[in-house]
């Protein structure tokens, strides 16, 4: 059964890789179609300085007299796109009022279009992957279920064996905590492209990401080798060797929250 769940961790984690190669390759394409429509809707802003609310016959929001609000998810930019992209392509040829604009800037509205569609494969890509990738981790977690209950018995028939003697127990690869203590939930906080090293993490337990989006856990005080990636609101069952974590933060824009249960301070 650790074989098993062993396979699946590893299968989970290369969906993962897939998924974010494929976020990455779907942004790139997005940059430049990002960039042209920005200048293309202030351009036409200036057309309308009179009347900014035509924009809206664009696809294009206005709040108040003249604020220009673009959505921040990827399906609600590709909508953007396609509803400025037909407007455009509404008029007769030469006689949109962007079309100076396109020729003078040298974009190539179709160009971009073709960006877009190459966008939306590597999104529905990336979401197959992190669907597959769930289905592994929820695969992996019902194995260990039965083995983190058997390891839980064994660890407690240990304990009263070896009731003297802590290092009988750490031979075994559990770790010893003096403490009077209950574990308790700790809540972390994790800055942008920053990481933390937490101690003290009960096997047996999850660690859950609170956060909007995805972490990156290692094992021990380093980030080294292919970590696990948690997504956001995921839980990640902590195996053995895993008291001892480190959690990354890639994120650019969003502070990571993590809740582990750990145990509680020695006297």
């Given at each position: 059964?650790a074989?098993?769940a062993?396979?699946?961790?590893k299968t989970?984690?290369i969906l993962?890789?897939?998924?974010?190669n494929?976020?990455?390759?779907?942004?790139l394409?997005?940059k430049?179609?990002?960039?042209n429509i920005?200048?293309?809707?202030?351009?036409?802003?200036s057309?309308y300085?009179?009347?900014p609310?035509?924009?809206?016959?664009?696809g294009?929001?206005v709040?108040?007299?003249?604020?220009?609000?673009?959505?921040?998810s990827f399906d609600?930019?590709?909508t953007?796109?396609?509803t400025?992209l037909?407007k455009h392509n509404?008029?007769a040829i030469?006689t949109?009022?962007?079309n100076?604009?396109?020729v003078?800037?040298n974009?190539n509205?179709?160009k971009?279009a073709f960006?877009?569609?190459?966008?939306?494969?590597?999104n529905?890509?990336a979401?197959?992957s992190n669907?597959?990738?769930?289905?592994?981790?929820?695969?992996?977690d019902?194995?260990l279920?039965?083995?983190?209950?058997?390891m839980?018995g064994?660890?407690?028939?240990?304990?009263?064996?070896?009731i003297?003697n802590e290092k009988g127990l750490?031979?075994y690869?559990f770790?010893?905590?003096n403490?009077?203590?209950?574990?308790?939930?700790?809540?972390?906080?994790?800055?942008?492209?920053s990481?933390k090293?937490l101690k003290?993490?009960?096997i047996?337990s999850?660690?859950?990401?609170?956060g909007?989006?995805d972490?990156?856990?290692y094992?021990?005080?380093?980030?080294?080798?292919?970590?696990?990636?948690?997504h956001?609101?995921?839980q990640f069952?902590?195996?053995?060797?895993?008291?001892?974590?480190?959690?990354?933060?890639p994120?650019l824009?969003?502070?990571?929250?993590?809740?582990v249960?750990?145990?509680?301070?020695?006297r």
């Open positions: 059964i074989d098993q062993n396979t699946l961790d989970k984690l993962a890789r897939k998924a974010s494929n976020i990455e390759l779907r942004d394409e997005m430049k179609v990002t960039s920005k200048s293309e809707v202030q351009y036409l802003k057309i300085k009179t009347n609310k035509e924009l809206g016959n664009w294009i929001v709040e108040g007299t003249n604020k220009i609000v673009y959505p921040s609600g930019l590709t953007t796109f396609n400025f037909a509404s008029y030469s949109s009022p962007l100076d604009f396109l003078k800037n974009i509205v179709s971009d960006a877009v569609s190459d966008a939306i494969a590597y529905e890509k979401s197959l669907r597959e990738s769930e289905d592994a981790r929820q695969h992996r019902l194995l279920h039965s083995c983190i209950a058997r839980k064994i660890g407690q028939y240990l304990v009263n064996l070896y003297n750490v031979d690869g770790t010893v905590y403490s009077v203590s209950k574990p308790q939930i700790v809540h972390t906080s994790i800055k942008l492209q990481k090293t003290g993490v009960l047996g999850n660690i859950t990401n609170e909007t989006e972490i990156h856990i094992k021990g005080k380093a980030i080294s080798g292919n970590p696990i990636v948690i956001a609101k995921e069952g902590v195996v053995k060797g895993y008291s001892t974590i480190t959690i990354s933060n994120s824009l969003n502070t990571a929250i993590v809740s249960l750990r145990s509680g301070q020695r």
